[in-house]
């Protein structure tokens, strides 16, 4: 498919409809267990999630407060009533006929939530940009800055997730799954604010660690319990009204694919308007092997849902007292570490971004510093900014990455931030070498154990003693005199050449600096 600037005669309006699965014990109307990690089909049910006649529904409390603390960290306005209603959807998923939800008394309506963009300021006139998206003039001069852009959020209300159908390959037949069926189900609705498939990765990533910080889900779209389907349609820049259609897509599991699935539709659309055709207004799938959205159905109009108050419930009532005890209790949110950290650590600004994306590993950060902070409060002289970027260092690489390999969180490792902090001064002090930390910490990880111990028990201290170091110099000065020889008519090589032959004679336990330093000496 041909891809157009659609930034010059098309604009994209995009909206989404995103479902959260809360982290309650239970599910959201029966005392069935919600565990979205549960392998074996139909074991997670009850009578109520199967729908037997005589079952009655009862709301899950913590289901309730969770869609309540979501709803005031993203500036929603939370009325003092609230209620459920049958939603009338026959699947075979759906037991009952019918799915509990909310339609014209939500939880959480009238908020919204602050996405920050990169933009590119160009410091010459725009110049013409190939059908590749490659700017002609690689002189053109840019700075990057940041655009706040105000995502709206139209509504966030509580439901009961449906099950799932199973179609084996090559049978007749299908299967369903009841597990999911009954999980509480936050459905977050947004504005159609966003106008591009990078700003929906990015309004999408903020959204789950909102609702990651707040311990309300762990928004895993591979597992499902993060699920968004973008709303997606384009329009002539100038125009007020939105367009008469919209193409939403489902089956989408990670943020790479929204973005690429939202970028395929407006090419897609752009490419019907630009021929005089209209998208018809129906609900694709992202297929990931083609890259390419496939339709599905038609899509359902809200009155086709035959909407009345649920009978079995009671009206849900949220005191101002109640309200304030959730503010009270509301965790720092990641924009407010964001710029906590910025300001606090020193770092740059990526550094920050990779560390709030994974609360834990944040969380582990501070404790790391923190134990840094004491240690500096007895050594002085040390420079405080560089010991907190190699913390962030190696939480963000050797440590991410182990843990990740094992699909682990930080505090589920052996490595204490104590004996973390252990490491970083270790290396700080030149008391080991780069490469015996990581031997060091690779211990660590699989067996545990303080830092210092580990380097005495394989003999990794590094060797800082200038006689000693002068005299492994003189012997590797002594054996290549044509890489010195090489040196000394500019070939700057040869001086790494050396440098690795004295820490080959010091069997890599030598301080880098001195050798580098003395080498220098011996040379000049």
């Not at 989404?16 to 599910?27: D, G, N, P, Y």
């Not at 009862?58 to 939603?87: H, P, T, Y």
């Not at 010195?484 to 040869?494: H, I, N, Y």
């Amino acid at each position: 498919m041909k891809i157009f600037d659609s930034s010059k005669e098309y604009q994209p309006v995009i909206g989404f409809e995103i479902h959260v699965q809360l982290a309650t014990k239970s599910k959201m109307f029966s005392p069935a267990p919600n565990n979205p990690d549960e392998v074996r089909p139909n074991t997670n049910i009850d009578e109520i999630v199967t729908g037997q006649p005589g079952t009655l529904p009862v709301a899950n409390r913590e289901a309730i407060r969770l869609a309540a603390m979501v709803g005031l960290a993203l500036n929603c306005q939370i009325d003092e009533w609230s209620k459920f209603d049958r939603k009338h959807y026959f699947y075979p998923d759906l037991p009952k006929g019918y799915q509990i939800s909310q339609y014209d008394q939500p939880i959480s309506k009238n908020g919204h939530l602050d996405i920050a963009l990169s933009v590119i300021a160009r410091s010459a006139s725009d110049e013409a940009i190939s059908s590749k998206g490659e700017i002609a003039s690689a002189a053109l001069a840019m700075t990057s800055k940041t655009k706040i852009k105000r995502i709206g959020i139209t509504r966030a209300h509580l439901e009961e997730d449906a099950g799932k159908n199973i179609h084996p390959e090559g049978l007749s037949y299908s299967l369903v799954d009841y597990n999911r069926a009954g999980c509480p189900l936050l459905e977050i609705v947004t504005e159609p604010d966003l106008e591009s498939g990078e700003e929906c990765r990015v309004f999408l990533q903020e959204l789950r660690n909102i609702i990651r910080y707040l311990g309300a889900s762990d928004c895993d779209m591979e597992k499902g319990t993060m699920r968004c389907e973008p709303n997606i349609s384009v329009r002539k820049p100038g125009e007020t009204s939105l367009p008469k259609y919209k193409v939403e897509v489902k089956n989408i599991n990670s943020f790479k694919f929204a973005e690429a699935a939202i970028n395929y539709e407006i090419a897609r659309q752009t490419e019907m308007l630009k021929e005089g055709k209209t998208p018809k207004q129906v609900t694709m799938g992202w297929d990931e092997k083609s890259s390419q959205t496939v339709e599905q159905r038609s899509k359902e109009e809200a009155n086709d849902y035959r909407y009345f108050p649920e009978p079995d419930l009671p009206v849900l009532q949220f005191t101002k007292e109640y309200l304030d005890k959730l503010r009270a209790e509301m965790p720092e949110l990641p924009a407010q570490k964001r710029a906590r950290f910025l300001e606090e650590f020193n770092l740059p600004a990526a550094d920050v971004e990779n560390l709030i994306n994974w609360k834990e590993l944040a969380n582990y950060f501070e404790q790391v510093v923190s134990e840094i902070d004491e240690w500096l409060e007895q050594e002085k002289g040390l420079d405080r900014n560089q010991l907190i970027k190699l913390v962030a260092n190696w939480c963000l690489q050797d440590f991410s990455a182990a843990l990740n390999k094992e699909f682990k969180n930080p505090l589920d490792s052996q490595v204490t931030a104590e004996n973390f902090a252990e490491l970083i001064k270790l290396i700080a002090q030149a008391k080991i070498s780069g490469s015996a930390a990581k031997t060091v910490f690779k211990v660590m990880y699989e067996k545990g154990g303080e830092p210092l111990s580990i380097v005495d028990d394989l003999g990794l201290h590094q060797v800082s003693d200038e006689l000693a170091i002068e005299e492994a110099i003189d012997k590797v000065i002594d054996q290549n005199q044509k890489a010195v020889t090489d040196f000394k008519a500019g070939e700057q090589k040869s001086f790494g050449f050396l440098v690795g032959q004295t820490m080959k004679e010091l069997k890599g336990k030598g301080n880098p600096q001195i050798i580098n330093e003395i080498l220098k000496r011996k040379l000049s």
